[in-house]
């Protein structure tokens, strides 16, 4: 224990800590009420500090201890100024924090009753879906306590946290700025085209006039732009805190930081997936009771999804440019501090003498975890909406008396969901004694046995709601159809994460020979990572193959039939099989936002100078999130395959619809078609080249900047000086708003500009469909280059990250070896591949698709 005059000493100060000879542990004091107190590291607070006490450019104090002189340690400022001016918390959330609790209580209690009333005034199955959402509501309610109720570490490890969360608060805050004020302006445009455009006989017949039209697709975008946002904040929002109580736990035990992880991304999950179902389901229910929907003189029920197209444009829209602000941002701060840290300068991953450290850390949480959770929203909107459209169109086709099952089918799915991956979350536990560091067990093990509970109860699940939702006396056996339809999805959705963990874990041969190629040096390195993410693009194609042609032959084979006598239930048994692979979203989602906290918690640990002992167990969580994260991008990609599929089927049907002609196949062999189907693959390959160009760019001003620093203040590699961690993360945020905008246009416009332009040139040569067509060929082209693409972007990008983890335990000369440099030169190279322009893809098609939808009049 401390001497005397060091006793004196601390009654100066409010913390001081000291090297204990005999435990190697850090021993503090601490002046409060009751005086000073002193703790042991291993008794009361554990932790441990290597021998020379350094964290965030402090000496160490070693000379003031024994002289007793702290004067230079007391009220030591804070080391990370506050990023933002002003708080960075939606205005809505603001709001609701200052209101009275009983008059919150009271608003959410008539709030909550007029859904349920409009709820039970449509169908009770939209009742059973609004009560499964709020009950999953109030589940990760329970989660986050849960979360929050966990240390977050010495006062270091808060500091840290304090100062990512400001700069993922306020760029969140600014990117979303410029998003809402692109969406508006895109809302007026929408509401233009909509006055202007013609309607189809439904709508006429159900007098469904061009204002009310108009009025209820912009409605349906903002709310779906509204929804996104607040999924990515709801992702951004608990990784932000989860990330240093992870840190914390993962000197006490690696079980238990294990858990908080992922028990911090079922939160985000279980919200963002029941946001996406409890929308729709409230969009619907409320078209339907304000339309009067099936009364005499008024819409039919099988019309009304299409009423919700504009939910998902919306939804796709946000998704797209928050993907690549926030990919843009995440990679090009990664990539800048590990070109001049680790390999320049030599020194470790997330060490504190970075300048853009702290621009990585919050990248992390603004690209994986905000842009993540919108993108999967999007998913399940759009996949639920296409569904109803389908399911609608073939009720009808088929007479079906009560279509309302065939239609409500999606949201029930998603509802069961909800409840399969809660248990899945639940089934990870932490150790019976977190006071005990214990040997860290594979994280992908135990996170694939609540991924396998997840899928058995999501195969029986789903086996009672086929029965219950799809049975039909016109084909009794149907539902049986449709139930192995839905297996197919959910084997689809488990070989994907086979695959592509195959691909991009380092346990696995392909990875293993990935980071041996580094030995050989750094261009090796590239030809292997390249070659390995062309060759990972087969095994998914040929599963996609299988499960499309195999679900459609099961639907097309299940007895439904339309007034002809011709089978028609091919197209929704494909969309059976999405909704199957999607029917596990909520935890692959958890899985997903597991990967970012593991990540972000190593980097405190780091910075904090933690033993290796803890940076050893934060380093296994983090090898494990980026295969989770390449994981669920792979079940993006492939969710968004299906998707497109079913989505360029409604499309098809909506231009048969308003041209009042069969529209059933696009000829290729017209050249205006072809070359339309060339420039939707040449969309996909300039929008990738924009999306790394601009990685590439604001790495350069990184690059420059972190150089600058080390060059005019030499002594932060002594720990004399303190780097302007402010500046690097100045930098990304302006840099990553700017470069977002032309890929994102690009993507946006040049569905609407094509189809205009081939629709004018059609009308001066006598083809009135050749608009429609030559749009129906580049979304297809699109939709097949772009998963492609995608799927070698992300496997590649995930390899070359794990090639360098593995090298980092040890192998093949371990850190600061010339294979570990190759294997970063890799790794940056697959930065922007893997988080930037591959995860924008799936959005890009996805968003296709949409825009096609909610524009299809306006090329005819």
């Not at 909520?586 to 990540?599: E, N, Q």
């Not at 040449?682 to 590439?696: H, K, N, P, R, T």
Request: glycine share 10%.
């Amino acid at each position: 224990m401390p001497k005397p005059k060091q006793k004196k000493a601390l009654n100066q100060c409010m913390i001081y800590f000291s090297l204990c000879e005999d435990k190697g542990f850090c021993a503090a004091g601490l002046k409060g009420k009751k005086g000073v107190q002193f703790y042991q590291g291993s008794k009361v607070n554990p932790f441990p500090v290597p021998q020379t006490l350094i964290f965030f450019g402090a000496v160490a104090m070693d000379d003031a201890m024994e002289t007793g002189n702290l004067a230079p340690y007391q009220e030591r400022p804070r080391t990370f100024p506050n990023m933002r001016s002003k708080p960075s918390t939606p205005l809505i959330f603001r709001i609701l924090m200052r209101m009275n609790v009983r008059l919150l209580f009271v608003l959410l209690f008539l709030g909550f009753g007029a859904i349920f009333y409009i709820g039970a005034s449509t169908s009770p199955i939209i009742v059973f879906v609004f009560s499964v959402c709020i009950i999953s509501f109030l589940l990760s309610i329970y989660l986050t306590k849960w979360v929050l109720a966990k240390d977050e570490g010495p006062p270091e490890m808060g500091q840290i946290s304090d100062a990512i969360r400001d700069g993922a608060e306020g760029f969140f805050k600014t990117q979303y700025g410029t998003i809402s004020k692109m969406a508006l302006l895109l809302a007026f445009v929408i509401f233009g085209i909509y006055m202007f455009r013609s309607t189809t006989p439904q709508q006429e017949s159900s007098g469904l006039g061009r204002l009310t039209s108009a009025s209820i697709t912009v409605f349906s975008f903002l709310l779906g732009a509204v929804c996104s946002g607040m999924a990515g904040y709801v992702g951004m929002w608990v990784s932000v805190r989860a990330n240093v109580r992870v840190s914390s736990a993962a000197r006490r035990s690696a079980r238990e930081a294990l858990q908080i992880a992922v028990r911090a991304g079922g939160f985000s999950a279980l919200v963002v997936v029941g946001m996406a179902v409890i929308g729709v389901a409230i969009l619907y229910a409320t078209f339907y009771v304000w339309l009067g929907v099936d009364s005499p003189g008024s819409m039919k029920v099988t019309d009304l999804p299409l009423l919700l197209v504009g939910y998902g444009f919306g939804a796709s829209f946000v998704a797209l440019f928050a993907q690549l602000g926030g990919g843009i941002y995440t990679k090009a701060a990664d990539v800048g501090a590990d070109l001049v840290g680790k390999v320049e300068q030599g020194i470790p991953e997330d060490d504190p003498r970075n300048p853009a450290v702290i621009a990585d850390l919050v990248g992390d949480n603004v690209g994986d975890c905000a842009a993540r959770g919108a993108d999967l929203f999007e998913s399940i909107a759009a996949e639920i909406i296409s569904a109803m459209i389908l399911g609608g169109s073939m009720a009808q086709r088929c007479k079906i008396e009560d279509p309302s099952g065939f239609i409500l089918f999606p949201l029930v799915i998603h509802s069961f969901d909800l409840i399969v991956s809660s248990v899945g979350i639940f089934s990870i536990r932490g150790t019976r004694d977190p006071g005990v560091i214990s040997v860290m067990e594979d994280p992908m093990t135990i996170l694939q046995k609540g991924y396998s509970i997840t899928i058995i109860l999501a195969v029986v699940t789903f086996g009672l709601s086929t029965r219950w939702m799809l049975y039909t006396e016109q084909a009794p056996s149907a539902w049986l159809n449709f139930a192995l339809c839905g297996l197919v999805g959910i084997m689809t959705a488990y070989s994907f994460v086979w695959i592509t963990q195959y691909y991009t874990d380092y346990k696995h041969e392909p990875v293993r020979k990935l980071a041996l190629s580094s030995s050989t040096g750094h261009g090796t390195n590239i030809i292997a990572g390249i070659s390995l993410g062309l060759e990972s693009t087969a095994l998914p194609v040929l599963v996609i193959s299988v499960s499309i042609i195999s679900a459609f032959w099961l639907g097309q084979t299940s007895g439904l039939v339309d007034g002809d006598g011709n089978p028609t239930g091919g197209l929704f048994g494909t969309a059976v099989a999405t909704m199957g692979m999607l029917s596990t979203a909520a935890y692959v989602l958890t899985m997903d936002m597991f990967g970012p906290i593991a990540d972000n918690a190593g980097g405190i640990v780091e910075m904090s100078r933690q033993p290796e002992s803890v940076r050893e167990i934060t380093d296994v969580l983090d090898a494990a999130g980026n295969t989770t994260k390449a994981t669920t991008k792979g079940f993006a990609i492939g969710s968004a395959a299906l998707a497109s599929f079913l989505l360029f089927s409604a499309y098809m049907d909506e231009v048969a619809a308003f041209a009042h002609s069969p529209f059933t196949q696009v000829d290729i062999a017209i050249p205006e078609v072809f070359v339309g189907g060339l420039l939707g693959s040449m969309l996909i390959f300039l929008f990738s080249a924009w999306a790394c160009a601009a990685v590439g760019r604001t790495a350069q001003e990184v690059v420059n900047e972190v150089r600058r620093q080390f060059i005019e203040r030499p002594g932060i590699m002594d720990y004399k000086d303190k780097p302007d961690y402010g500046r690097c993360v100045a930098i990304v945020a302006s840099a990553s708003l700017k470069e977002m905008i032309k890929p994102g246009a690009l993507a946006v416009i040049s569905p609407i500009f094509i189809g205009i332009l081939f629709r004018i040139l059609g009308y001066y040569t006598g083809h009135p469909l050749l608009g429609a067509k030559v749009v129906a060929a580049m979304l297809m082209f699109a939709t097949v280059s772009g998963i492609l693409m995608a799927l070698f972007l992300n496997t590649a990008g995930g390899a070359w990250d794990n090639a360098k983890k593995y090298i980092e335990t040890g192998a093949l000369g371990g850190k600061g070896s010339d294979s570990h440099k190759a294997a970063i030169t890799g790794d940056t190279v697959g930065d922007p591949f893997k988080d930037t322009a591959g995860p924008s893809l799936h959005v890009l098609i996805k968003m296709l698709a949409t825009i096609t939808l909610v524009m299809a009049p306006v090329f005819l």
